[in-house]
């Protein structure tokens, strides 16, 4: 770039938190040499936060900082939006408006992304401008762009992935003989958990990533809403040791699939075989793979958060954007090319494990083995794990074949009326 003029980019931030200083620390101090990259240079003119008063890693003009976030987003001068506020609203409406008056936007946030990301796409094609968004999912891994540009040729039929570092740090922590609780509090003590985990160990976070990779690869917008889902609250130490024994572990697989009916998609806790590709991805890292017609089988993996691995990403954004702005053009891959029906999930099929609590007597598996029959589901092994012989109970594990989730549900619904069956402890999805 050496005798070339630097141009310089304009840039406004929302947020100056984790991801947001890990930016603005990033780009300070990888500026010349992103300057001798692609010949431009960033200066952040406005930062807007909540409390200008708090104390930040990193160091900020004051007389840059606002708690006026419209200022930024309507101040002339500015070339492109950094937004890292988080959360629905009012993030998504000052996207919005950055977009309309003609700037650039470069967000992390998956919750706007997953809800309005594809009319959000649209906006930013009429508007002319970028909207980038790849540190929405998987932190420091870059699959939006892989998704967007690198497979561009390939009919995605498939997806797996892990996708959320908090739950995949406790499940790990399970499967090495911690409980549920004392695993979310070591998360929290490391602050991989926030004070209340609920977006996390519900599954909504993942399912929001789940919803833009899925858009991305299928070609058709998948909405959260339409993705089951369900969280690792339920989920017990117990589980762990017997899936091990069977040769599987526990995790809360994102998983999306092209079937003859249309797009399966889902977040569930899920026992994968011990050899399967995502079974070693343990702790805070994430991975996905994914499966393409022209290039098989493809995983990324890596950290999925964090200041530093998301900073990059917003970094590689603002390249982009200043790599094209040099250019005179704008990233439009069309994401939304085709409508193909989201599959209700009860007409989906699976493996299951159960774990029941039964009365220890003859014939009761008769019983249960009658109840799946009629909902026509075929056990395909059954283990009686130990039996609390002073109480009269007995555990019994159960692995199925291949059955629909509705025939499953009802079955399930059955087998509590019956007077020999205590409880059902676990039920859980087990990857083909
Ligand atoms: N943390 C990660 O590892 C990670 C990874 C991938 C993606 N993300 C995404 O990145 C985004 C930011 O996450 P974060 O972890 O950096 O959040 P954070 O640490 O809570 O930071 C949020 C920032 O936004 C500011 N803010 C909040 N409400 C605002 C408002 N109404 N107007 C202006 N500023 C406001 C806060 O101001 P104060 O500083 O004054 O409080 C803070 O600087 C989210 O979309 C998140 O999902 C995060």
Request: glycine share 8%; proline share 3%.
């Amino acid at each position: 770039m050496e005798g070339e003029q630097i141009k310089t980019i304009r840039l406004g931030f929302l947020g100056a938190g984790t991801v947001g200083g890990g930016t603005l620390d990033l780009l300070a101090r990888r500026s010349e040499q992103i300057a001798r990259s692609i010949g431009v240079e960033f200066d952040v003119r406005r930062v807007s936060v909540r409390n200008p008063s708090r104390p930040r890693d990193v160091a900020i003009d004051p007389s840059i900082l606002t708690t006026d976030a419209w200022s930024v987003v309507d101040d002339p001068s500015i070339d492109v939006v950094v937004e890292l506020i988080g959360g629905e609203s009012p993030a998504s409406d000052y996207i919005e408006r950055a977009l309309r008056h003609g700037k650039h936007v470069v967000t992390a946030n998956k919750e706007v992304i997953a809800k309005y990301g594809a009319e959000l796409l649209d906006l930013a094609n009429h508007s002319n401008v970028n909207l980038f968004f790849e540190a929405s999912v998987g932190g420091g891994i870059p699959v939006i762009g892989v998704l967007r540009h690198d497979l561009i040729a390939n009919e995605i039929t498939s997806l797996r992935a892990i996708i959320n570092g908090t739950t995949n740090f406790i499940l790990t922590a399970m499967e090495q003989g911690r409980d549920y609780a004392e695993a979310l509090r070591e998360a929290q003590r490391l602050g991989y958990a926030e004070a209340d985990p609920s977006n996390d160990v519900d599954g909504v976070d993942a399912t929001y990533k789940l919803a833009i990779l899925s858009t991305l690869a299928f070609r058709t917008n998948v909405h959260p809403d339409q993705i089951e889902h369900v969280g690792i609250r339920e989920l017990r130490q117990k589980d762990f040791q017997f899936a091990a024994g069977m040769g599987y572990v526990i995790k809360l697989l994102a998983a999306a699939d092209v079937g003859p009916n249309g797009i399966e998609a889902s977040v569930r806790p899920t026992m994968i075989p011990t050899d399967h590709h995502l079974a070693n991805v343990k702790g805070v890292f994430n991975a996905v793979l994914i499966d393409g017609d022209q290039i098989d089988k493809f995983m990324l993996y890596g950290r999925g958060a964090g200041a530093r691995p998301t900073a990059s990403a917003v970094v590689a954004d603002l390249c982009a954007v200043a790599h094209n702005l040099q250019r005179n053009v704008i990233d439009r891959v069309e994401i939304v090319h085709q409508h193909r029906p989201i599959v209700d999930f009860g007409d989906t099929r699976s493996r299951y494990y159960l774990r029941l609590q039964v009365t220890d007597q003859p014939g009761v598996l008769a019983q249960i083995a009658r109840v799946l029959g009629e909902h026509e589901i075929s056990i395909a092994s059954v283990m009686q794990h130990e039996t609390d012989e002073t109480a009269g109970v007995a555990e019994i594990v159960i692995m199925t074949h291949q059955a629909a989730e509705r025939a499953m549900a009802a079955a399930l619904g059955l087998m509590r009326t019956l007077a020999v069956v205590h409880e059902v402890s676990a039920f859980i999805r087990v990857e083909r």
